[in-house]
């Protein structure tokens, strides 16, 4: 693996960090301002600032950076990775802006790769211009889903259509009015391998039978500003048949390839969030005087900025060399390394937002710094795409799995 950025990189690299000066860091005030005055509270798509600066990024080809092939801006795992560190500078805005979001992100890279003609035609089109937004309807508050395998919404065929019940919970984005599709996860066929039994099909949000239940708040926060969380319920909901995604059997090895990108970009974000913090932290301490002198000065402040560069240096390898191992060897080949970042990545940057917030004192927990809302984001990160300990249990399984290979030969 080379350190070095590669020529493409570099660019695309440069103009999203002067766009990010230039445009973003000075809207993010007005930005919050006007998703906190918007007649319909969740419509966060819908603020004028974001609207203008999407063009702005659309114009600059500053699009779609996350998706291969022509029709995204055509760059590797390995090239897009320090992109999405950029832009998680700015997690609530900055995404958005460059129609990088999560779950949009992932659910036009399943459409790309396994939509059909028309699928793509109704949703994908309109998602790669961001004229909607979308859902990705996975997790259950009746059953354990850091295993996929226990979803137990039904997907049942009958006749042209299949017939959709279950109930659903943290649905991302879906409190936003201009959410236009969920791509849902059930299960067609309970009777067979257990890995084969779910999958995924494309539900409208104004089908009859969809039911937003409530909003989620994350410690407090209700992330409306990219379209919050919700419970959803799934009643006797009717769609064609050709709305299923790939075939019958198909969804947890759709789901596992989806995440696989996925990581990589909620990691490279976290990294991102972290050197904001570490930036902020160095500032703060500079200015602030405790006892006489700046708290720059005191020992266990530098220790804390100290160790938070380290994490970060350790971190970005890491997560890069996931990448570039995803570019090479695909997806299954770096399954341990993909794990290892996503135990990783939220834990360490939670620290490290900890230490800043700690740096800040009492402001470090209110709203007049990004820090707080970061800190809640990122604990959200050691369960979303799965718990720490899943992965720390097959990560564990595989190591030991590999040792005694060696062993024996």
């Not at 947890?252 to 913090?277: D, K, N, T, V, Y």
């Not at 939220?346 to 927990?365: K, N």
């Amino acid at each position: 693996m080379d350190f070095a950025f590669d020529v493409t990189t570099e660019d695309y690299r440069s103009r999203l960090l002067t766009f990010m000066d230039e445009h973003v860091y000075p809207s993010e005030a007005t930005y919050y301002e006007q998703v906190a005055h918007l007649d319909d509270y969740w419509a966060w798509s819908r603020t004028p600032i974001l609207l203008e600066l999407q063009a702005k990024a659309r114009a600059a080809g500053l699009w779609n950076l996350f998706l291969p092939g022509d029709l995204g801006a055509g760059l590797t795992n390995l090239q897009y990775a320090p992109l999405a560190e950029v832009t998680g500078r700015s997690p609530g805005l900055a995404p958005a802006v460059f129609n990088c979001s999560a779950p949009d992100t992932g659910n036009m890279e399943v459409l790309a790769i396994v939509g059909s003609a028309e699928q793509k035609d109704l949703w994908l089109t309109p998602l790669l211009a961001a004229q909607i937004r979308s859902g990705f309807a996975m997790t259950e508050p009746d059953v354990a889903s850091s295993d996929a395998t226990n979803i137990s919404t039904a997907i049942v065929r009958d006749g042209d259509d299949y017939v959709i019940n279950g109930r659903k919970w943290w649905i991302t984005g879906a409190m936003n009015p201009d959410c236009a599709i969920f791509i849902v996860m059930g299960k067609t066929d309970p009777s067979t391998e257990r890995h084969r039994q779910q999958s995924m099909i494309l539900v409208p949000r104004d089908t009859p039978g969809v039911e937003i239940v409530r909003g989620m708040q994350v410690l407090g926060y209700d992330d409306h500003d990219h379209g919050g969380h919700a419970e959803m319920v799934f009643r006797d909901v009717r769609v064609p048949a050709s709305n299923l995604i790939a075939k019958e059997g198909d969804g947890f090895f759709i789901a596992q390839a989806r995440l696989g990108p996925g990581r990589i970009h909620h990691c490279m974000r976290s990294i991102g969030m972290a050197e904001r913090a570490i930036e902020l932290m160095c500032e703060r301490v500079e200015e602030r005087i405790t006892f006489g002198r700046p708290l720059a000065d005191q020992g266990v402040i530098r220790e804390w900025i100290a160790r938070s560069r380290i994490e970060i240096e350790q971190l970005r390898l890491l997560t890069l060399k996931a990448a570039w191992l995803m570019d090479t060897v695909g997806v299954r080949g770096a399954h341990t390394e993909i794990q290892a970042i996503k135990i990783a990545a939220p834990i360490t940057v939670q620290g490290i937002l900890d230490r800043a917030m700690q740096a800040f004192g009492a402001m470090g927990l209110s709203q007049d710094t990004p820090l707080a809302a970061m800190f809640a984001g990122i604990r959200t990160l050691r369960l979303a795409d799965g718990p720490d300990e899943v992965h720390l249990s097959a990560l564990g399984k595989h190591e030991i799995k590999r040792q005694r290979q060696r062993r024996e030969h």
